[in-house]
């Protein structure tokens, strides 16, 4: 049997998943994404990425503001799916429409669930400091990812992952397990999983008030924060009453006397900031205003001393 399937994304991330749906010859009906956003200093409004794979392979897009309203529901039951498969929509599915298909609703997530359910599970892996993360395909419940879980997968990560290396690797194998389970579903085969609800935790989205760095954390600690928000939203601090955006740093064992977010020494190869234990070389940064820079093209025009104070 070949499935009417509907897909919802909105992404990079769920790019390739639907990718695979299209060379593996199933049936996509339609995709729901988000809406066109606003993005960049003119505010253009830009299609999401999952719309414009979609609209290249010739498959209808339906956009709308909010999945529960009644008219969106009935756009989704006109193309009368068989399964509904999720990646990073950013929205919850009614429960009329988790019910409607005859295979369920699936969802895949970049977490080993029940850890980090929620918008953000890449960034907070990383800025905890986790040693492994891995893609989770569930059945899709009315509460925030705590469906059942259908198969699980974990990946290491590795000292110099980021969020957008991670999250790469992540979508490849979300895409990847995807064409696996998909076989097996249909025919019924395969034996759900439930969580265990009290290992629940939460990935909220990032907010502007997660970006900034706090000295006083170690150095490893600073480390896991700056690649938890790297290349997005990315880590910030202050300096002389100025945003300072921090794009890549490395975390030195060598401890300092001095107060965390002190400025210790200025090289053209890094700029060294004592914190809480250890040391943060910047290698990266970029000013308010200005383009993102290399430590040692920073050097080359900002007045910056050794003694100052970063996050004051």
């Not at 409607?100 to 359910?117: D, E, M, Q």
């Not at 893609?135 to 990560?157: H, N, S």
């Not at 928000?229 to 740093?249: C, E, G, M, N």
């Amino acid at each position: 049997m070949n499935p009417r399937i509907v897909f919802m994304g909105t992404p990079d991330f769920a790019v390739p998943i639907l990718r695979v749906l299209v060379d593996e010859k199933y049936h996509v009906v339609g995709v729901v994404t988000q809406p066109d956003r606003p993005t960049g200093r003119k505010r253009v409004p830009t299609p999401p990425p999952v719309k414009e794979a979609a609209m290249q392979w010739g498959i209808p897009v339906f956009q709308p503001e909010r999945l529960r309203d009644e008219q969106a529901i009935q756009q989704v039951f006109e193309w009368e799916p068989d399964l509904v498969v999720t990646a990073a929509y950013g929205q919850l599915l009614p429960e009329s429409v988790l019910q409607k298909p005859k295979f369920g609703c699936i969802n895949v997530h970049a977490s080993l669930l029940p850890k980090y359910r929620g918008g953000a599970p890449i960034h907070w892996a990383l800025i905890n400091g986790e040693k492994e993360t891995g893609i989770t395909i569930m059945y899709m419940a009315k509460e925030l990812d705590a469906g059942d879980m259908l198969v699980q997968q974990k990946i290491p990560i590795r000292e110099d992952d980021h969020v957008g290396s991670l999250h790469d690797r992540l979508s490849a194998l979300g895409a990847e397990m995807i064409k696996d389970l998909l076989p097996v579903l249909v025919k019924g085969k395969i034996k759900p999983t439930p969580q265990d609800h009290r290992q629940a935790t939460y990935a909220y989205n990032i907010r502007p008030e997660d970006e900034w760095i706090d000295w006083s954390q170690s150095a490893k600690q600073i480390y896991d924060h700056v690649r938890g928000l790297h290349p997005w939203p990315v880590a910030s601090t202050t300096w002389k009453q100025q945003r300072l955006k921090i794009w890549w740093v490395e975390a030195l064992s060598t401890d300092s006397a001095q107060p965390p977010g002190t400025i210790l020494t200025m090289e053209p190869d890094g700029i060294s900031v004592a914190t809480g234990k250890g040391i943060i070389q910047i290698k990266e940064l970029q000013l308010a205003g200005k383009k993102r820079m290399s430590t040692q093209d920073f050097l080359g025009g900002a007045r910056m001393r050794v003694g100052e104070q970063l996050g004051v």
